[in-house]
T-cell receptor, first 109, second 113 residues
Framework: SQQGEEDPQALSIQEGENATMNCSYK?????LQWYRQNSGRGLVHLIL?????REKHSGRLRVTLDTSKKSSSLLITASRAADTASYFC?????????FGAGTTVTVRA | DGGITQSPKYLFRKEGQNVTLSCEQN?????MYWYRQDPGQGLRLIYY???????QKGDIAEGYSVSREKKESFPLTVTSAQKNPTAFYLC????????????FGPGTRLTVL
């Protein structure tokens, strides 16, 4: 079952702008992970945040987690054309990942 | 180079035929997974294996079968019982316990003619 739901479904921004996408989920989790997928390719892991963490950074990525609201956000700062991709949140529960439908991000030059 | 390989990249099948998708990893990971992705959707778990000679059904196992005879290999068979097999299939692996990030292969696109 797909537990995570991303919002918005699609996002178009200008190069250099920030992109923010949100993820909501329904049940308790061990951790929450964000992945990127370029068209027709496999997924690439971006960042993992554990259930006892509130915020995590990796390069231009910032992830927050609010377990009381069962939600997470991914912020990409100073976007580049190469950031054009689909982004998925995935929640880990009982050693299984459940993925949302993703946010498609287009960065315009 | 360490990683996960999937073959073939594209696969065409006639209705009523079984096909097997290959997944191999040299990351020394214990756990391996098969997902299905349909256009505009996220990934759905088909089967997973946490250790050799053991595997469990995921959310959409009907019409699929797997084996895990070697740590490095986790082939997926799409049987004729799968009613709508046309999709993008992704294999992944992770360290023991499955609490870490998953590493994905490049995928196999299966089309039923």
């Amino acid at each position: 079952s797909q537990q995570g739901e991303e919002d918005p479904q699609a996002l178009s921004i200008q190069e250099g702008e920030n992109a923010t996408m949100n993820c909501s989920y329904k049940t308790s989790i061990n951790n929450l992970q964000w992945y990127r997928q370029n068209s027709g390719r496999g997924l690439v892991h971006l960042i993992l945040i554990r259930s006892n963490e509130r915020e995590k950074h990796s390069g231009r990525l910032r992830v927050t987690l609010d377990t009381s609201k069962k939600s997470s956000s991914l912020l990409i700062t100073a976007s580049r054309a190469a950031d054009t991709a689909s982004y998925f949140c995935a929640t880990l529960n009982d050693y299984k990942l459940s993925f949302g439908a993703g946010t498609t991000v287009t960065v315009r030059a | 180079d360490g990683g996960i390989t999937q073959s073939p990249k594209y696969l065409f099948r006639k209705e009523g035929q079984n096909v097997t998708l290959s997944c191999e990893q040299n990351l020394n990971h214990d756990a391996m997974y098969w997902y299905r992705q349909d256009p505009g959707q996220g990934l759905r778990l088909i089967y997973y294996s946490q250790i050799v000679n053991d595997f469990q059904k995921g959310d959409i196992a009907e019409g699929y079968s797997v084996s895990r005879e070697k740590k490095e290999s986790f082939p997926l068979t799409v049987t004729s019982a799968q009613k709508n097999p046309t999709a993008f299939y992704l294999c992944a692996s992770t360290l023991t316990g499955g609490l870490n990030e998953q590493f994905f292969g490049p995928g196999t696109r299966l089309t039923v003619l």
